[in-house]
């Protein structure tokens, strides 16, 4: 909503034209056309819910989905794939290439015992819980920029949940700030990933995305505070469903 609302503001500041409304028919007549094409969603997330194939798979299926469509509409012929798959080898060539480096780094924290040593610290050093929360955010949101969410789950997850749980979190509650804490990482410089295959699917620098993001950067942040601080925003589906 935060963010909603400053997409609003900046279409009101910079006076964006506005479209004329369109008449329910016409909504209907395209909603037919998108149909199949929206159905790629349900078909990927009720997939994941209902257990039939896990999120990576889903990815596989939505591609193949998606070519499938391409052919039939004719958007995509094939002698197309050649450009497509190669454009695609290269964009996953250099997200490969930093969850591989992120994959290093996380060995090396291993090695070294870094995790232990923030958690021993943070113990040592804090007594205020809303100061720990506030430190242990500030260090997922520095592991997210070099770090990719996977080896970064399995890394700190031990390490952090005993201590929030000995200061009364939810582990339910920690589990969403973390992940939010790691999806933000994923957009932020210098290993954000997401951040790389958006570049590489708009076709403009790393460089050119980060400025305009930066609001959003900052939206996702006060976000982030809002649900570490008040859990009621963040547990209340949870409980509702009795987790």
Same mark, same amino acid.
């Given at each position: ?197 958006? +570049?590489?699917?708009?076709?403009? +620098? ?38």
């Amino acid at each position: 909503m935060l963010s909603w609302g400053y997409i609003a503001f900046v279409a009101i500041t910079r006076k964006f034209s506005k479209g004329d409304r369109a008449p329910i028919s016409l909504i209907w007549k395209y909603f037919r056309k998108a149909f199949f094409s929206l159905l790629l969603l349900v078909i990927v997330v009720g997939g994941i819910v209902a257990g039939i194939f896990t999120a990576t798979e889903a990815s596989a299926i939505a591609v193949l989905y998606a070519a499938v469509l391409a052919l039939i509409y004719g958007d995509v012929k094939p002698k197309d794939f050649s450009s497509i798959l190669l454009t695609s080898a290269k964009t996953t060539a250099v997200v490969m290439f930093l969850i591989c480096t992120s994959m290093a780094m996380s060995w090396l924290f291993s090695f070294e015992g870094i995790p232990e040593l923030i958690s021993s610290f943070l113990l040592e050093q804090f007594s205020n819980k809303i100061v720990i929360f506030l430190v242990i955010n500030l260090v997922l949101l520095i592991i997210g920029t070099f770090m990719d969410m996977t080896p970064a789950v399995l890394i700190f997850t031990p390490i952090f949940l005993p201590v929030v749980v000995a200061l009364g979190m939810d582990p339910v509650h920690f589990g969403i700030v973390l992940v939010l804490n790691l999806c933000i990482g994923l957009c932020t410089p210098p290993v954000g990933t997401i951040l790389f295959v958006g +570049s590489g699917v708009a076709n403009v +620098s790393v460089s050119q995305v980060i400025k305009p993001l930066i609001p959003f950067l900052v939206i996702m942040v006060v976000v982030l505070l809002l649900i570490t601080y008040i859990p009621a925003i963040s547990m209340y589906l949870p409980r509702l469903l009795g987790l």
